[in-house]
């Protein structure tokens, strides 16, 4: 099972995420994706520190998102993935598309990159 808090930093909205990112728990990110445009952010910040796993339709999601979101000038991060994910991510090079910081402090200061 997966769970979403967020909050919003200057235009930046964070989703600190905890469980397993999976196929069950795609939705429940998205929906809180989608928010995040409809309020104007132009920063969407995954926090991954207490992410557990994400499997391959996770990866493919993530991919999928970026698309739609650079599509709309919104950006995508990632913050902090816990190791085994962290390999997961390089194994897919997502990072090479999106980019993965180590402090949520990091991520929204580098936002107009």
């Not at 099972?1 to 600190?16: F, G």
């Not at 995508?76 to 190791?83: D, T």
Request: hydrophobic letters at 40%; glycine letters at 6%; one cysteine or more.
């Amino acid at each position: 099972m997966l769970t979403v808090r967020e909050h919003v930093r200057q235009d930046t909205k964070v989703l600190e995420l905890s469980g397993r990112f999976d196929s069950q728990s795609k939705l429940g990110i998205e929906v809180a994706i989608l928010g995040a445009q409809e309020i104007g952010c132009h920063h969407i910040v995954l926090n991954f520190s207490n992410i557990t796993w994400i499997d391959s339709v996770g990866l493919g999601q993530m991919f999928l998102w970026y698309h739609r979101l650079n599509t709309k000038r919104i950006r995508l991060s990632i913050v902090s993935p816990q190791a085994p994910v962290r390999e997961l991510l390089e194994f897919a090079n997502l990072p090479q598309i999106v980019p993965v910081y180590q402090s949520e402090e990091e991520a929204v200061a580098a936002r107009g990159c």
